[in-house]
């Protein structure tokens, strides 16, 4: 049938009426429609047009060859159309990476939604708390907790990140609630670290300005505990071990149900474990991220909104 840009000024000749008509349509010249519709009629072997000065219009054969080509251009579009939908479509294996604890407590029961809304992507997700090189092991996406992202990725801000000093109701009645930061000292602290923690928890106060205190406990207890697992501290803060300072997408449903109770509410931790006060998806840079990258950040935005999830009432 010839080719597909012949047929198609064919078509707007006869649509139009005319060749500079047809031009028009096309955004090209009269002479260029002129050409392609000569070669097309010595390609098929037959004359399609009835050419006076005045008008143009189809031969019986022009008239055949006009509705086939109309279906055929239709049928290109569609196609055109379709694989650029395909192209766009979220598809395809999607790497993801996050914080043990984050991930178990939070964002797994999220996958569930994102899976069934997103059927062609196959989610493996790693948890993992050291540092994850994206280019060197093959990450499309992590989620990661830090008040500063590395340099020479992209960064997309999801959620901010509340810490709050507690303890359960059964320890804060038999070892009693601290009223300054400086009464902390004499509690048992239970620490976020491994083989080494801070000996000292840094706190600010909108009013009050900043207080350091010592975190090694007081003589009352002559045992402690550092972990390197926010779910380990919040498991041992429940049991009623000591006070504990831990971020409200591991405690938020205890402190609503009262399993465990706020410290100092007015003092925020400042350093240490709180410095993870962002949450942000972390990429690697290109000119258009992935529909599937595109798709899991859209996701994360929407399920954040202003307040997170953990820390509505």
């Not at 994360?300 to 202003?306: I, R």
């Amino acid at each position: 049938m010839g080719r597909l840009e012949d047929l198609q000024a064919f078509a707007r000749v006869v649509d139009a009426r005319s060749f500079s008509g047809a031009a028009r349509l096309l955004g090209t010249t009269k002479s260029a429609i002129s050409k392609q519709v000569v070669r097309l009629e010595d390609q098929l072997g037959t004359r399609l047009l009835h050419r006076t000065t005045r008008s143009v219009s189809p031969t019986a054969e022009g008239r055949a060859v006009h509705d086939r080509a109309l279906r055929l251009l239709d049928e290109a579009q569609a196609l055109e159309t379709e694989l650029a939908g395909r192209r766009d479509e979220p598809r395809g294996v999607l790497r993801l990476s996050v914080s043990t604890a984050f991930g178990n407590l939070q964002f797994t029961a999220l996958m569930a939604e994102f899976c069934a809304r997103h059927p062609q992507i196959d989610v493996v997700l790693g948890l993992n708390d050291r540092y994850v090189d994206l280019a060197e092991e093959g990450f499309d996406v992590v989620l990661r907790l830090t008040h500063k992202p590395s340099d020479g990725l992209v960064a997309r801000r999801l959620a901010a990140i509340r810490f709050v000093l507690c303890a359960s109701p059964a320890y804060l009645a038999a070892q009693g609630e601290p009223q300054t930061v400086a009464d902390i000292a004499g509690h048992r602290c239970l620490r976020f670290g491994y083989l080494q923690s801070p000996d000292r928890w840094r706190f600010r106060h909108a009013e009050q300005g900043e207080a350091e205190v010592e975190t090694r406990g007081s003589l009352r207890f002559e045992s402690g505990l550092t972990a390197n697992s926010s779910e380990s501290l919040r498991v041992a803060a429940l049991a009623g071990m000591g006070l504990a300072v831990l971020p409200t997408y591991a405690i938020g449903a205890d402190l609503r149900a009262g399993r465990l109770r706020a410290v100092l509410p007015g003092w925020q931790q400042v350093g240490g474990l709180a410095d993870a006060h962002t949450l942000y998806a972390v990429y690697l840079p290109s000119r258009h991220p992935a529909p599937k990258v595109r798709a899991l950040i859209d996701f994360m935005l929407e399920k954040m909104g202003d307040v997170p999830p953990w820390d509505r009432d």
